[in-house]
């Protein structure tokens, strides 16, 4: 029996049908990954355990004066607050680096000291309490890593820990914006990004301590994956190493458009973040770009990627790039990508906000506490919920992708039970149609006047 739901929102509609739900069984592999619908934080801006509202009305942003510097976040606040997170559906989280930070390292990018715990967002026993509650409640837990550099320090390593002397860093040097257009990956590999000290992979005692270091965090803190940062600027066949100590599934950061260079990370680690799709994604659902551009993006990454595009990070947002709303001030537009970003091929990554409709520009403005606006019965948490719930219940990650139908500016296509369809024409409807269909000829789009 097929329980069909039609819902109608002030500019369109979205039909969801349901069937059965499925029992998901914990793994740390690519196929329990793939099963996941990650929903990434950053430690400092989700909940600071108190939910306490702004210090005044003359705050930057509402629960904190500086985007710059810690905000009061930390792993109390996401333990208090793991059911905002569960009840939309979402079953794993990615979490910002816990490592002890330099400075006003809120962001967890610049690392001190690798064994110890960032007291700004609690203690060790805060973050293993953490880890145990999501795992109670089948949530997984993916952190974020960096092995390429460490914090800010010039050149005085000595309070690095452990590695605290010149011989653990390539000699000085800068990847400036020529490094960037001419792709030189020498420079990428060995010189400083952003002037962090870039730790020397090559070695022996810097290589040993990074794997010793990442077995014992995964092993202790009982970590189900790990979201590895700046990817390109350290050699391939130490990720590989890297990603073995670990023993758990890796997802790289390779920061870059091209399919090719991307894939080429995908075997000295599990997976990459799908970089390829994301500035077409954007571009398509902002109305930039037809379904066709995007259409012609499916099959270039189909054809470099194969089967482990299936296993990809696929997200609308992150930490690193203004928000989707910042430039386009179109909700369905927002909630048309998202969607997209659950039904297409991949691992989707929601980033924190998305649900409240945050517009933040550039780092940090993209990183604002959530805690003073968290708020469950907002219409675009309970869609996303809703949507969430679809791709889980058919187990849409076990289904191709199929083309039924594409133009300039529709497209359609169907994984299992499910046809999903789209349109970025904003002058005559913008719909976002999900239903279960027993073969794709029966499919059909339903289309909303501009009037509606």
């Known amino acids: 029996t097929w329980d069909i739901l039609n819902m109608r929102i002030s500019y369109g509609i979205i039909c969801l049908g349901l069937c059965c739900f499925a029992t998901l069984v914990l793994g740390k592999d690519k196929a329990f990954w793939k099963s996941r619908t990650v929903y990434q934080l950053l430690t400092d801006r989700y909940s600071n355990g108190t939910l306490a509202l702004a ?37 794993a989280i990615w979490i910002s680096p816990i490592v002890e930070n330099v400075g006003d390292g809120y962001h967890g990018y610049h690392a001190k000291n690798f064994y110890k715990i960032n ?12 880890v145990k509650e999501c795992h109670a409640r089948d949530i997984a837990v993916m952190v974020d890593v960096v092995a390429n550099h460490v914090g800010p320090s010039g050149l005085d390593f000595s309070g690095i820990v452990p590695f605290n002397k010149t011989e653990h860093y390539h000699t000085l040097c800068e990847i400036t914006d020529d490094t960037w257009k001419t792709k030189n990956q020498w420079v990428i590999e060995n010189c400083r990004l ?44 130490f990720w590989k190493k890297f990603s073995n100590a670990a023993g758990v599934f890796s997802i ?26 994301f500035d077409t994604i954007r571009g398509t659902f902002k109305g930039e770009l037809s379904f066709l551009d995007l259409r012609a993006k499916i099959e270039e990454v189909f054809n470099v990627f194969g089967n482990e595009i299936y296993n990809m990070g696929l997200f ?49 403005d993209n990183r604002e506490p959530l805690w003073p606006y968290m708020n469950p019965n907002w219409g ?15 187990k849409i990650w076990d289904q191709p992708y199929v083309e039924l139908y594409a133009s300039k500016e529709v497209l359609v296509f169907m994984r299992g039970n499910i046809v999903a369809a789209f ?6 409807y913008h719909i976002c149609l999900l239903y279960t269909s027993p073969s794709p000829r029966d499919a059909t789009l339903s289309r909303m006047p501009s009037s509606a």
């Open 316 to 364: 609308l947002n992150n930490h690193d790039n203004a928000r989707f709303l910042f430039s386009s001030r179109c909700k369905l537009c927002q909630l048309s990508a998202l969607t997209f970003v659950l039904f297409f091929p991949g691992m989707p990554i929601f980033y924190y906000g998305d649900e409240q409709e945050f517009s933040g520009g550039n780092d940090p």
């Open 119 to 130: 007291p700004n967002f609690g203690t060790e026993e805060d973050f293993i309490e953490l």
């Open 252 to 277: 790289g950061e390779v920061f870059d458009n091209r399919p090719f260079y991307i894939r080429s990370y995908i075997g000295p680690l599990d997976s990459a973040l799908n970089y390829a799709m």
């Open 380 to 394: 675009k948490y309970y869609l996303i919920k809703l949507l969430v719930g679809i791709r889980k219940e058919n």
């Open 194 to 237: 952003a002037d962090l000290p870039d730790l020397k992979q090559e070695n022996p005692y810097v290589e040993q301590e990074l794997l010793t270091w990442i077995s014992w965090l995964v092993k202790k803190y009982d970590i189900d994956g790990l979201r590895i940062d700046t990817v390109p600027e350290v050699p391939k066949w």
């Open 423 to 428: 349109s970025n024409d904003q002058e005559k």
């Open 55 to 91: 210090d005044s009305e003359g705050d930057k942003v509402k629960g904190c004066k500086d985007l710059h510097r810690y905000c009061g976040g930390n792993f109390k606040g996401i333990l208090n607050n793991l059911t905002y997170i569960q009840d939309m559906g979402f079953d």
